[in-house]
């Protein structure tokens, strides 16, 4: 995707305080410095939320002026022929700090990051902000490598095992098409299978992206590598 990316603009949101993303992700490039955005939502460069990778970190943030809420992995993540399934998952009601933000990486939570800053119990992260944007965030940080089954549930706080499970014969983490989830007003799940319309939305909501770029299908998939 390196310079391509997929546009909306944001609705009104069911919440503000609970939300899922749910991505699986393949690198072709590797920096130690270079951020690459995965999904953001943003108003402008002081008002915006992530995930991305930072480096070779994986990093969540929360941008609003000041950074209200982040964590960054200990972890590094350099292998650029496996996939990476990354689940963001946000619930700012709970009354554990460490519980309100959590992330995992093929279905195991990350417990070790260089930065760590909860959010206060009932904050509003940006989901409310009025551009929504995968591969890009609100200037110049490109993903470069691929991106499949992208997934943001609003409203709801999902557990990976929604969008992957175990293989009972290899013990690989692998893709499990999302059933049953309740989207929400702003939720999506872009599946890129039709080569022609890479934006289209397969939740039922119609939250259809606008393509910008030169943005390719490929046949290198979680279920294809």
Excluded at 154 to 167: K, Y
Aim: net charge neutral; hydrophobic share 30%; proline share 2%.
């Amino acid at each position: 995707m390196a310079n391509s990316y997929l546009q909306r603009t944001t609705g009104t949101p069911d919440s503000q305080t609970k939300f899922t993303v749910s991505a699986w992700v393949k690198r072709s490039r590797l920096s130690s410095s270079d951020n690459m955005d995965i999904f953001c939502i943003y108003s402008d460069s002081s008002n915006r939320m992530h995930l991305r990778f930072q480096g070779d970190d994986i990093d969540v943030i929360n941008y609003g002026g000041s950074t209200q809420a982040r964590l960054t992995t200990d972890r590094k993540f350099r292998d650029t022929n496996a996939w990476y399934h990354i689940v963001w998952r946000v619930d700012t009601t709970l009354s554990t700090a460490d519980d309100r933000v959590r992330l995992y990486i093929n279905g195991v939570q990350e417990t070790s990051f260089s930065t760590r800053t909860n959010p206060s119990q009932n904050f509003s992260f940006g989901t409310n902000w009025n551009t929504t944007r995968i591969g890009l965030d609100n200037s110049s940080s490109y993903f470069d490598g691929y991106i499949s089954h992208i997934a943001y549930a609003d409203g709801q706080s999902l557990a990976p095992t929604e969008f992957g499970e175990t293989d009972s014969t290899s013990g690989i983490w692998k893709f499990k098409s999302p059933s049953g989830v309740t989207w929400g007003t702003n939720g999506f799940h872009l599946k890129f299978e039709n080569s022609g319309a890479l934006g289209t939305d397969s939740s039922g909501n119609t939250n259809t992206f606008t393509v910008n770029g030169n943005l390719k299908q490929s046949v290198d998939t979680p279920s294809n590598v």
